[in-house]
């Protein structure tokens, strides 16, 4: 055995010994054995969350059931805030954002993106086949298309029409839980115990052109450190951008703090910093590298998915405020 590899093996016992988990002999490599596969995502997007699950139980390894599970809401015509079908910016077009990460910290992103609509596959292709983490706009399209995704008229017609209706009055203020929600940041463990992440938005509805959230920075819409833990954020992007909320929470759990106590933290960042906070929604999910799991927000309304041991389920979030 290398040096690297008996370090790794060695160090993963006794982080196991000292988690009372118990670690069987795999040929070359120890398996964690915990309630795993799990997957967790923002808001009751089962469907969504019920895929994932599914592909990590037939082997798939987190990161790929993370981009297979956002998938689902990505191609969903009746979401308007993830991928086709998203509401547009207030020039009518609709842009996408994603990022994804995976257990090694590798991560991909892609912002601004028109006319393709699974962006997270594309942020992971970013990942793997360029030497950059984030592309933007045109240079992330013309790499879509000479990665072979399918180019897409995203606007429906439904959208379109909800969008003209917006136009008689272009009041911009968006609905807490209605126009700010929905995006999907989703994190899974694989059965090797390995987390990763994906996370994937149309952004705000009717934002200024070239408007990017929270949701393709690395840090602020997903965070992943395979030692601790993910999180995952939706909500007011221009708010969790500022504080990095979930590199925020993955850093509380390195320090002892659970899934819950960090996301709540987190969500008390925003909250003492902005007296606004009554005005828009913060949430946060987060898993940690025993598979607990946590989930915190500003108003109430929120909800994540989890699925574990073929059960999938929808857990109501706490929040700050008892609206
Ligand atoms: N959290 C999604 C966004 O603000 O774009």
Not at 81 to 96: H, I, S
Not at 112 to 135: D, F, S
């Amino acid at each position: 055995m290398d040096r690297r590899r008996f370090i790794s093996t060695t160090a993963k016992g006794s982080i196991a010994v000292s988690l009372g988990i118990h670690l069987v002999a795999c040929k070359s490599k120890s398996r964690i054995m915990k309630n795993t596969p799990i997957a967790i995502c923002t808001w009751a997007f089962s469907k969504a969350n019920e895929a994932a699950g599914k592909a990590l139980e037939s082997g798939m390894n987190a990161l790929d059931a993370a981009i297979a599970g956002v998938a689902v809401e990505e191609e969903n015509l009746k979401n308007t805030t993830v991928g086709k079908g998203g509401a547009p910016d207030r020039e009518g077009n609709v842009t996408l954002d994603a990022c994804v990460m995976d257990h090694n910290g590798n991560c991909g992103a892609v912002v601004c993106v028109e006319g393709y609509t699974n962006v997270a596959a594309i942020a992971k292709q970013v990942m793997l086949q360029t030497p950059h983490v984030m592309l933007a706009g045109e240079g992330a399209q013309e790499f879509a298309e000479k990665q072979g995704f399918k180019k897409e008229q995203l606007l429906t017609e439904s959208s379109e029409n909800a969008y003209r209706e917006w136009l008689k009055t272009e009041n911009y203020k968006p609905i807490i839980n209605i126009e700010n929600h929905d995006t999907i940041g989703m994190l899974c463990m694989d059965d090797n115990g390995d987390i990763a992440g994906a996370c994937s938005t149309s952004g705000l509805s009717y934002k200024m052109k070239g408007r990017v959230g929270d949701s393709p920075i690395i840090g602020a819409g997903l965070f992943v450190d395979n030692e601790v833990g993910g999180a995952a954020a939706t909500g007011m992007g221009e708010e969790i951008m500022k504080s990095l909320g979930s590199f925020l929470i993955v850093e509380l759990m390195r320090n002892g703090m659970s899934p819950q106590a960090a996301c709540e933290e987190a969500v008390l960042r925003t909250v003492r910093k902005n007296p606004d906070h009554k005005d828009f929604q913060v949430a946060y999910i987060a898993m940690n590298k025993q598979g607990e799991t946590g989930s915190y927000c500003i108003h109430q309304g929120f909800a994540m998915m989890e699925y574990r041991e073929g059960n999938n389920r929808q857990i109501s979030s706490t929040s700050y405020l008892n609206d």
